[in-house]
């Protein structure tokens, strides 16, 4: 059974930084493909950022040049650097992972495009 484990968020202000971790279990992570979503009540769930098989990042236009999507897969673990932290980047934070199809990731941000998902960790930015 896939298991996505996250931690990291907590509540900052404005201008601060915060990493995020998603620890996988019960699976060759290596088998899949993982990113980084969030969601704010009452709205649709947002791609955040995905990372494709050369480890290269997938980033929302919202994020990019502030997160940074790593993994080390020596841990099972994938994270989500985050600086330059906004108050609309206020959201519950997701990873989320996909059985890999072919050979390769492409580092999708579209959440359809995943069945296992994490239980979320709450990023909070104050101005």
């Known amino acids: 059974e896939v298991q996505l484990v996250e931690s990291g968020g907590g509540s900052v202000q404005a201008g601060g930084s915060l990493r995020l971790s998603c620890a996988a279990s019960?699976?060759?992570?290596?088998?899949?493909?993982m990113a980084w979503f969030r969601q704010v009540p009452g709205k649709q769930r947002e791609g955040v950022a995905g990372?494709?098989?050369?480890?290269?990042?997938i980033y929302a236009d919202s994020v990019k040049g502030r997160f940074i999507i790593s993994e080390d897969r020596s841990k099972n673990t994938l994270y989500l650097q985050m600086v330059g932290l906004k108050p609309e980047d206020t959201a519950m934070y997701y990873c989320?992972?996909?059985?890999?199809?072919?050979?390769?990731?492409?580092?999708?941000?579209?959440?359809?495009?995943?069945?296992?998902w994490g239980q979320g960790t709450q990023v909070t930015v104050s101005s």
């Open positions: 019960g699976y060759g992570y290596s088998s899949y493909c």
């Open positions: 989320a992972a996909e059985g890999l199809i072919g050979d390769f990731c492409t580092g999708s941000v579209m959440p359809d495009e995943y069945t296992y």
């Open positions: 990372i494709d098989s050369d480890g290269n990042g």
